[in-house]
């Protein structure tokens, strides 16, 4: 029993230390945030700071004077009312009641309680106004709002008389020398001041969205030409075809036959599908056991055909006798419909991956099932496992699933020492508003450049060479064909979900999505406290395949343990944990052997179910 106390006591200290931690470092991102806005708007601060504390302080000594002026006509109509009565004199009156004028000490309080107020007004209103100029510089960014008339006629400078295609010509070469200056001195400046060029007012004159964004992967080191980078930016302004799309583009040209479907949720997103029904050299389709690929957070189904076809899974998979289906999930390229939503309304980003959990796997469960009249397999990678693990300890489209392998399981967070992932969380969780009003996370959007940019300063993060800082050292990335993901660009999520994402990692529990008002999660779920989702609900006898690396900085190997302390009561002959120890993040899915250390057992595996 004391051993038991003892234990629980540390238990209850450490989570006491943690909680006092997270706060702590809550208090330093609110303070540093504070001083940030600050010093970037500290003329606003402080006029407005001095003009309502002037106002309140006159305001506070106006009621007073107001106050003494109606003591003093009370007490002279007492002391006339006294006279008449009891024929007392001023002086004798006076004794007997003395209003006191205003000491020095009630004189003080009342200035510095007005002060106070006046500093509280002023402060306010210094936020607002900065809060209101960084929105309208964002929306101008955007192109959400238009320079007025008089603005662009302004900047029209005349230069003589000259033919319009040529001004226009001479223009454009103009735009291209400064970005290219302004590109070449970014690369020579470190990664930190890089980003303040990037996200200056004067070089976002110069240098366009589309170098921004090349500069952007060749701070990781996946650089790429203004050529590529404009193919990203006109792929993610149109609507995709059948014509642009994975199939046509990732699949079809090494030989594979390959579909383009569409899957609609409950609530009403329209999520793309692709189908590998056959490997080239298996014939016809047949009765071959489907599997699905379910892929992480900011990308798409294309991580599972970035390689070749010897290196990436859904070729591989294919090859040995198995119907491969890549889904998307809401918010990706190919998953941007819905039935009464557009990707421009607040509304469309306001999920998490609870809701991936809950509509998007069953939806395209039960799709690819109605598709084959079988039972399928689930493969996910990253928070692709989040979404199976939650699914499955809800009992969800169990009946539909035969088995569940999951790499880099990410089902407990608390414990990573991804110095990136850590910093962002705590930036999210600390200004957990200004996010949300995001609605959309747009990985080469202006908003998270910024916030790279605020990483990248933090210690600890070394952003010379960002994917080992954000996913561990990965030891055997293929990196021949990353300019095809360059090609096919980083995919949005809903800022909800990274904010999901970050309370996992600071609560270091795998909960429903924090509304962080009693309230309001009470108005969701029916109690104050988001539902957790309990891993030992998983059916005992349900077939699983966990797949982690020694040097993975997300899926750390402490967490992992604790997912697999969560399963220890699970059937032994339905568990199978595969440990690679020099394998960090991205090598489960981009890695050069990762056939012969990862996929192998995966498909010995699944053939044995």
């Known amino acids: 029993m004391q051993q038991l106390r003892s234990s629980g006591g540390l238990l209850f200290g450490s989570h006491l230390k943690r909680k006092a931690l997270n706060s702590w470092t809550a208090m330093q991102d609110t303070y540093f945030s504070t001083k940030d806005t600050f010093e970037r708007h500290k003329v606003v601060f402080t006029i407005g700071t001095s003009v309502a504390s002037v106002a309140t302080a006159w305001a506070g000594y106006s009621l007073r004077h107001l106050r003494d002026s109606k003591v003093d006509q009370r007490l002279e109509a007492i002391e006339n009312a006294m006279k008449n009565n009891y024929h007392l004199e001023h002086a004798e009156f006076k004794k007997l009641v003395d209003p006191e004028r205003s000491s020095v000490a009630a004189c003080i309080a009342t200035a510095g309680t007005t002060f106070v107020i006046g500093y509280g007004l002023g402060w306010r209103g210094g936020r607002w106004y900065a809060s209101k100029k960084f929105r309208k510089e964002q929306m101008k960014l955007s192109g959400q709002i238009k320079p007025k008339r008089w603005q662009l ?77 404009q193919g990203i930016v006109s792929e993610l302004a149109s609507p995709p075809s059948a014509d642009d799309g994975i199939c046509k583009k990732m699949v079809e040209k090494y030989g594979y036959a390959c579909e383009e479907h569409t899957v609609t949720t409950k609530d009403g997103f329209i999520l793309g599908l692709q189908r590998i029904p056959k490997g080239r050299s298996s014939g016809t389709p047949g009765k071959k056991p489907p599997v699905l690929l379910q892929h992480g957070l900011l990308t798409d189904a294309i991580i599972w055909v970035l390689l070749s076809p010897e290196k990436s899974l859904a070729f591989i998979l294919a090859d040995n006798g198995f119907d491969v289906w890549l889904a998307n999930t809401r918010g990706t390229k190919s998953s941007r419909g819905h039935t009464s939503l557009s990707p421009e309304d607040p509304d469309f980003w306001d999920w998490s991956w609870d809701e991936l959990a809950a509509y998007d796997l069953p939806a395209v469960v039960q799709y690819v099932h109605d598709q084959t009249r079988q039972n399928v397999h689930f493969v996910g990678h990253s928070l692709g496992t989040i979404i199976a693990l939650a699914a499955l300890s809800k009992d969800q489209s169990l009946d539909m699933l035969r088995s569940a392998a999951l790499f880099c399981p990410t089902a407990y967070l608390g414990q990573m020492t991804s110095p990136v992932a850590k910093v962002a969380a705590d930036i999210f969780t600390a200004n957990a508003p200004y996010w949300l009003n995001l609605a959309e996370f747009e990985p080469t959007g202006i908003p998270a450049l910024k916030l790279l940019n605020q990483i990248c300063k933090a210690p600890g993060v070394n952003c010379s060479d960002l994917l080992s800082s954000f996913t561990g050292p ?50 969701h779920y029916g109690q104050p406290t988001p539902p957790v989702y309990d891993m030992a609900d998983i059916p005992k006898d349900f077939p699983l395949f966990l797949g982690h690396g020694g040097a993975d900085a997300l899926s750390d190997v402490q967490d992992v343990k604790l997912l697999l302390d969560s399963l220890k009561d699970h059937a032994k002959d339905k568990l199978v944990v595969l440990f690679i120890k020099n394998y960090a993040h991205s090598d489960f899915v981009a890695g050069e052997n990762a056939k012969q250390v990862a996929y192998d057992p995966l498909i010995a595996f699944l053939k044995a179910q």
């Not at 006629?153 to 008389?161: A, D, F, H, V």
């Not at 302004?182 to 110069?206: C, F, H, I, N, W």
Request: charged letters at 25%.
């Open 153 to 229: 006629l302004r900047q029209i400078k005349p230069r003589g008389w000259q033919f319009q295609f040529l001004k226009k010509r001479l223009a454009r070469s103009r735009a291209h020398e400064n970005a290219a200056k302004t590109s070449e001195k970014m690369l020579k400046d470190g990664p930190t001041t890089r980003y303040q060029a990037v996200l200056s007012d004067s070089v976002m004159q110069s240098v366009d969205h589309d170098n921004a964004l090349e500069d952007f992967y060749k701070l990781i080191g996946m650089s790429g030409t203004s050529s590529r980078i």
């Open 474 to 523: 990965n030891c055997c990335l293929d990196t021949s064909r990353l300019g095809a993901l360059l090609d096919h660009g980083p995919q949005s999520t809903a800022t909800k979900n990274l904010l999901h994402v970050a309370q996992m990692v600071k609560e270091g529990t795998i909960t429903m999505y924090d509304y962080s008002n009693g309230d309001e999660n009470k108005k």
